[in-house]
Nanobody, 120 residues
Framework: QVQLVESGGGLVQPGGSLRLSCVVS????????MLWYRRAPGKQRKLVAQ???????NYADSVKGRFTISRDDAKNTVFLQMNSLKPEDTAVYYC??????????????WGQGTQVNVSS
């Protein structure tokens, strides 16, 4: 059983910052990728940030220069530092991971999401 648990969401004023965390736990053999998505009200879920092969990172154009994805492999955790937040960043933020479990099955997993509200 593999679980992804996000935390760190909340209400913040425009221009503020939040740091999201996503912890992966369970029968993990190897984590192949960890990504952040978000779903704004009334819109489809969209990619926010991801680690690519060879250590490079991809960001959505709308968050470049403001958001930073990082990871602590020893703790199976990925972070999303969000600075200079705007009202349009309001969304439920989801963590996704491609995981090879102890039975050597490669499966994609989603967290339950954490709500971020940017409002004055």
């Amino acid at each position: 059983q593999v679980q992804l648990v996000e935390s760190g969401g909340g209400l913040v004023q425009p221009g503020g910052s939040l740091r999201l965390s996503c912890v992966v736990s369970g029968s993990i053999f190897k984590i192949y990728s960890m990504l952040w998505y978000r779903r704004a009200p009334g819109k489809q879920r969209k990619l926010v940030a991801q680690f690519l092969s060879r250590g490079s990172i991809n960001y959505a154009d709308s968050v470049k220069g403001r958001f930073t994805i990082s990871r602590d492999d020893a703790k199976n955790t990925v972070f999303l530092q969000m600075n200079s937040l705007k009202p349009e960043d309001t969304a439920v933020y989801y963590c996704h991971a491609q995981i090879l479990d102890s039975g050597l099955h490669l499966t994609g997993y989603w967290g339950q999401g954490t709500q971020v509200n940017v409002s004055s």
